[in-house]
């Protein structure tokens, strides 16, 4: 190609790419919603669990509709025993407004009767599921407990951590503030 032509090579290849520009910027998908998974910003992954009275509860039915604290801890695990008193406590004050408390049992050494039983001792006020199998708690890659899960109305996941968060009865009440998705499932 000769010397002369270069320039108005350059200046067509300038012309078309300024002209697909909006095209291509137009053509962009939209992002995609949060994918399930166990951190922060992560939908909250379904589930389907029975509890000591043998209630089915789901995760799917309460999004849309529930701020959802979800806590798996263990009969043994002293740490989880103290934090009974504060969900307990929290289940009462916000239950009406939208809190769904749910503890959830991981499945090491623990028999039903046994829950049951340490359940009605510490004067559990929330549903307790029964892992038994320990696929939620896979999923969730449980290792060390207690471990707290907020998930918002919208089933992502605001708050993960062995502990509760600072300032929790603020951060509830925000995720209770919150409008529903436009989009809810079914309910409980």
Request: proline share 9%; glycine share 8%; charged share 20%.
């Amino acid at each position: 190609m000769s010397r002369p032509f270069r320039p108005a090579l350059i200046a067509a290849l300038a012309i078309v790419l300024a002209a697909t520009a909006g095209e291509a910027a137009a053509q962009k998908k939209p992002p995609a919603g949060p994918y399930p998974g166990r951190q922060v910003g992560d939908l909250a992954f379904d589930f389907t669990l029975k509890d000591l009275n043998n209630n089915t509860w789901s995760m799917e039915a309460m999004r849309g509709r529930k701020v959802v604290h979800l806590v798996f801890w263990a009969t043994w695990c002293v740490p989880c025993l103290q934090e009974i008193p504060v969900l307990n406590t929290a289940r009462e004050q916000f239950a009406g407004e939208g809190l769904e408390v749910l503890g959830v049992v991981v499945p090491i050494n623990q028999q039903p009767g046994l829950v049951r039983a340490v359940s009605r001792d510490y004067k559990v006020a929330y549903p307790v599921l029964f892992d038994s199998e320990g696929d939620l708690s896979g999923k969730y890659k449980i290792a060390t407990i207690p471990q707290n899960f907020l998930i918002g109305k919208d089933g992502v996941i605001r708050y993960a951590g062995t502990e509760l968060p600072p300032r929790y009865d603020a951060l509830v009440r925000s995720l209770l503030a919150e409008p529903p998705p436009a989009a809810s499932s079914s309910s409980r």
